[in-house]
C-alpha cells in the first residue's frame, strides 16, 4: 500500500495500518480510482511527455504508434535529426487538397498529420531507409500494480488524485454528499488546469442537495 | 482491456457484484449503447489498414446465416437463386437448372479473386473486396499510392459495357450489394497481380463438398473434389439434380444427410487458402526479417523490434496494395471475454460512466433519477475532457485563413491577349 493508498483509506474510515476493507488483497477498488485519476489529470495537464525515435522506411507514409508501456495522448513535434529541422503539423485533407498525388512523391519530410487515436503519416517521405524521426508525445502514465512501482505524479497533485478516489468511493457506497463534496474539490484543482466542471452546482441545482 | 474487468469496476459503483440487480445481458447491451454514443460524440475513430490485391480471403459463403457461423475474412462469393431455394456460383447453373444446356458460354469465373491468376485466359466476372469488419465510412481509399474516387455500379455500367473485365489502373471504386456486405469493386480492376505470392496448392478440381457423404457420390460421378470447410448448422441446399437425388427428393434431408452441398469449378480449399495463400505480410519473430513483399499492417506481436535501435514501428505498405483510411464502427461487445477494440484504455472510463448513468435509469428496484443525473454528468465532464484531447491533437497546426485567396481569385479579369479589343484595357 502506497503513501496515497493510506491517504484516502484515512479519508474513508478504513485504518491504513490494519485496513478493515481494504486490506493488500482487496485494494483494487482504490487502486483503480487513484489510476484513473492519474491519467485524467495527465490528459488535462499534459505534463507527462516522451521522445518517441522512430525509425522511418523508405517510402512508407503512414505508421502506427505502438507503445509498450504507455498510452500515447497526442503528439507535440516531429524533428528530423539528421536534417536538423522540425516538421510543421498538418491534416490529412489538407495535404490532399493540395496535392491529390502526395503519396507519389518522396524527399525530406515537411508535414506530420495524425489520423484516428494512433496513427501518423509524413507528407513527404524519405526515398532510402535508415532515417528516423524524434516525435516529442504526451503520454499517460502507466497503471501502477504494485506498491513498489514509481508514480508519474507531482506532489502538488497528489490532493486531487485523493479527492478523486475519495469521491469514487462515496459513489460505491451511495454516500451523495460525500461524493458532491469530494467531487468539488477534486473539480477546484482541475479549474487551476483551465478545465471547468459545473457537476456539483448543476447537481445541487437539480436536487436541492 | 477485457469487458470482464469493465463489468466488474462497474458492479462495483453498482453494488451489485453478484449480478443480482442487474444480469450481464443488460450491462452488455448498455455498455455497447453507450460506446456508440461516445464514438458519435466523439468522433476520434479513424484506422489505416492495408488492403492486399488480390484480398486475403478465407471463406466465400452462400447464406446469411453462415457468416455467424465462421470466424475469418469471409466473401459473399455465391448469388441467391431468389426465386428458389437454390444459390448458385455462376449465372450459368441457373439455366442448368430451368433447360438441360445452358444458353450462356462458359469460361472462366473464379470464385476467389486470387483464382484470376491461374489462367491466362480471361477471368468472367466482378472481383471483390471487403471493407474491414469494423469499417463504417471511406475518409480515403488509395491504390498504389493514387487516391481513387468512389463511384456508383450504374455510372460505371453506362460508361462502360464490359466494366466487370476491364483491366487496367484502378481509378474508382464502388459498392457492391448494400451496405450491409461492406464489399466493393475496383474500376477497373487491377491488372497488376502479385501471383508469386501463391503457393501451388491443390487446384483444378472439380467440386468442393461438405459432408463425407458427398464426397463417395462425387467420386461416383467421377468427379474430382476436395473438401470445404465450412462450420455449418444443420441446414440443406441443393444446386444440382444429383445431389437431390441423395435425399428424398422433396428437399427435405434425411436426418443423417442434414447437410450442405455445394458446387463450384476449380474449387480451392478454404483452408489451403487461408493458410498459404494470400496477403499476410508480418515480421518473423525470431530473425526480425520483414516476410513477403506486401501486406496489411503487422500488429505489435508481430512488429520489428530492435534492441540496438530502441524503435519499434509499424508501417503500412502501400505499392500495389490497397490503402483504407476509414471511420471504424463500435465493435460491440458479445461476450464477457471479449476485448474492446478500437478505444484507448484511458477513454473506456468515460463509457461507463454512460452505462452506470444508463442502468440507473433502468426500471427496477435500483432505479435512481438523482445517480443517474450525477453519472450522466460525469460523463459529461468527460467530453469536455475529450474535447481538449482532440484539441491538443492539432494544436500544432497553422491557422489558414480560408476563402480569402480563392475569393480574390475569382474576381480576377481574364488574362486575355494584348491584341484582343477590350474596353477596360
Redo the contacts between chains.
Keep these: 500500500m502506497n503513501s496515497l493508498e493510506k491517504r484516502v483509506l484515512r479519508i474513508i474510515g478504513d485504518d491504513p495500518d490494519s485496513p478493515d476493507v481494504f486490506d493488500d488483497d482487496n485494494i483494487t477498488p482504490i487502486r483503480d480510482s487513484i489510476n484513473d485519476a492519474i491519467e485524467e489529470i495527465a490528459v488535462m495537464s499534459g505534463a507527462d511527455k516522451i521522445t518517441y525515435r522512430m525509425p522511418i522506411y523508405a517510402n512508407q507514409n503512414f505508421y502506427r504508434f505502438s507503445f509498450p508501456k504507455y498510452q500515447l495522448a497526442w503528439v507535440d513535434s516531429v524533428y528530423l535529426p539528421e536534417k536538423n529541422r522540425h516538421v510543421n503539423q498538418t491534416s490529412l485533407g489538407s495535404v490532399e487538397r493540395r496535392h491529390p498525388r502526395w503519396l507519389t512523391t518522396s524527399n525530406t519530410p515537411e508535414e506530420y498529420f495524425i489520423v484516428g487515436v494512433n496513427y501518423i503519416g509524413f507528407y513527404p517521405i524519405y526515398g532510402d531507409d535508415g532515417y528516423h524521426a524524434n516525435i516529442k508525445c504526451t503520454i499517460l502514465p502507466t497503471r501502477y500494480t504494485r506498491d513498489t512501482d514509481v508514480l508519474r505524479l507531482r506532489e502538488d497533485r497528489e490532493n486531487a488524485v485523493i479527492a478523486y478516489a475519495a469521491a469514487e468511493y462515496f459513489l460505491t457506497v451511495l454516500d451523495m454528499q460525500s461524493a458532491i463534496h469530494w467531487i468539488s474539490r477534486y473539480n477546484q484543482f482541475a479549474s487551476t488546469l483551465n478545465f471547468k466542471s459545473t457537476i456539483p452546482e448543476k447537481w445541487r441545482r437539480l436536487h436541492e442537495v | 482491456m477485457r469487458f470482464s474487468d469493465i463489468e466488474t469496476?462497474m458492479r462495483?459503483?453498482l453494488?451489485d457484484p453478484d449480478a443480482k440487480v442487474w444480469n450481464q445481458d443488460i450491462l452488455i447491451d448498455t455498455f455497447n449503447h453507450a460506446q456508440e454514443q461516445f464514438n458519435e460524440e466523439t468522433q476520434?475513430?479513424?484506422?489505416?489498414v492495408g488492403i492486399h490485391i488480390p484480398p486475403y480471403i478465407e471463406y466465400a459463403i452462400m447464406h446469411d446465416w453462415e457468416e455467424s457461423e465462421i470466424e475469418g475474412s469471409i466473401l459473399r462469393a455465391f448469388c441467391d437463386f431468389v426465386s428458389g431455394e437454390y444459390v448458385c456460383t455462376q449465372e450459368w447453373e441457373v439455366e442448368a437448372i430451368l433447360r438441360t444446356a445452358p444458353l450462356i458460354d462458359g469460361g472462366y469465373r473464379a470464385t476467389f479473386p486470387w483464382e484470376r491468376n491461374e489462367t491466362s485466359e480471361t477471368v468472367l466476372g466482378k472481383e471483390i473486396y471487403k471493407f474491414p469488419y469494423d469499417f463504417s465510412n471511406t475518409?480515403?481509399l488509395?491504390y498504389d499510392?493514387?487516391?481513387l474516387q468512389p463511384t456508383t455500379e450504374e455510372a460505371v455500367m453506362q460508361a462502360n459495357k464490359v466494366h466487370e473485365t476491364h483491366e487496367g489502373t484502378p481509378r474508382y471504386y464502388y459498392r457492391v450489394h448494400d451496405d450491409q456486405m461492406r464489399e466493393f469493386v475496383l474500376y477497373p480492376r487491377p491488372s497488376v497481380f502479385t501471383s508469386d505470392t501463391f503457393q501451388t496448392g491443390t487446384v483444378n478440381v472439380d467440386c468442393g463438398y461438405t459432408f463425407e457423404w458427398e464426397e463417395d457420390e462425387l467420386a461416383n460421378l467421377a468427379l474430382s473434389s476436395q473438401k470445404v470447410t465450412l462450420t455449418t448448422d444443420d441446414d440443406y441446399e441443393a444446386i444440382f439434380p444429383w445431389e437431390e437425388q441423395l435425399v428424398d427428393g422433396d428437399n427435405n434431408p434425411p436426418p443423417e444427410y442434414d447437410a450442405l452441398a455445394m458446387y463450384a469449378t476449380n474449387c480451392y480449399d478454404a483452408e489451403v487458402v487461408s493458410y498459404t495463400y494470400g496477403a499476410v505480410t508480418g515480421v518473423n519473430p525470431t530473425d526480425h526479417t520483414i516476410v513477403g513483399d506486401y501486406g496489411t499492417?503487422a500488429d505489435?506481436g508481430e512488429?520489428f523490434s530492435d534492441r540496438d535501435?530502441?524503435?519499434?514501428?509499424?508501417?503500412?505498405?502501400?505499392?500495389d496494395n490497397l490503402?483504407l483510411?476509414y471511420k471504424p464502427r463500435v465493435v460491440r461487445v458479445v461476450d464477457a471475454d471479449d476485448t474492446i477494440e478500437n478505444w484507448?484504455?484511458?477513454q473506456i472510463?468515460y463509457i461507463e460512466r454512460l452505462t452506470l448513468s444508463l442502468m440507473y435509469q433502468v426500471n427496477n428496484e435500483r432505479y435512481n433519477p438523482?445517480?443517474s443525473?450525477?453519472w450522466k454528468?460525469?460523463y459529461y465532464?468527460g467530453l469536455?475532457?475529450m474535447a481538449?484531447?482532440k484539441a491538443?491533437?492539432?494544436?500544432?497546426?497553422?491557422p489558414t485563413l480560408r476563402g480569402y485567396g480563392r475569393r480574390s481569385w475569382k474576381h480576377q479579369l481574364v488574362d486575355l491577349p494584348d491584341t484582343f479589343e477590350s474596353l477596360h484595357r
Design positions: 469496476r462495483r459503483f453494488r476520434v475513430l479513424a484506422k489505416i475518409i480515403m488509395i499510392r493514387d487516391r499492417l505489435w512488429a535501435t530502441g524503435a519499434v514501428v509499424d508501417y503500412v505498405d502501400l505499392d490503402l483510411i484507448l484504455d484511458w472510463k438523482k445517480l443525473e450525477l454528468l460525469r465532464d469536455g475532457i481538449r484531447y491538443k491533437r492539432t494544436a500544432g497546426r497553422k
